[in-house]
């Protein structure tokens, strides 16, 4: 209980800083080119192999079925552009993304930079979090579309 309202109120102070606007553009950027393009190969890959399973499976499955294949191809793309695509480009982003996230801000923690930028007036929400929330976000979606095709 106590985690989850730590987390509601990082959301809130997150979601106060952007209303306000108080966001570094040129950090946003930056993590943006971290989370979202550095990602791009990784997800890719894995999002081709996975697409490679679906078939395999789905044939395998099909030919105790229907002896002919020519519906194949269009059912694996549909089913990964609607249902697996955004739900696997997620997954990867918060496996690759977030581990690096939590490395990092944990990294800050122990070495208390955080309590450092707190004596320096410096808001670590705004600083740290905000940027990382927006570019994220905007990866993960740029992305889903990527994974799906």
Excluded: H
Excluded at 35 to 46: D, E, H, K, N, P
Excluded at 82 to 109: D, H, N, Q
């Amino acid at each position: 209980m106590k985690t989850l309202v730590l987390i509601v109120r990082l959301l809130s102070q997150s979601l106060w800083s952007i209303g306000r606007l108080r966001v570094n553009p040129s950090e946003v950027l930056r993590q943006y080119f971290e989370a979202g393009v550095r990602s791009i190969l990784f997800v890719s890959v894995t999002m081709a192999f996975i697409g490679m399973l679906g078939v395999y499976q789905t044939a395998s499955q099909m030919a105790k079925v229907l002896p002919e294949f020519s519906v194949l191809g269009a059912g694996v793309i549909q089913m990964g552009i609607r249902e697996l695509a955004p739900v696997m480009t997620g997954l990867l982003l918060s496996i690759r993304v977030g581990t690096g996230y939590a490395a990092e801000i944990g990294t800050m923690k122990v070495t208390d930079q955080i309590e450092a930028m707190k004596l320096s007036n410096v808001d670590p929400v705004e600083w740290l979090v905000v940027p990382r929330l927006l570019a994220s976000t905007g990866a993960g979606l740029s992305l889903g579309v990527v994974g799906a095709v």
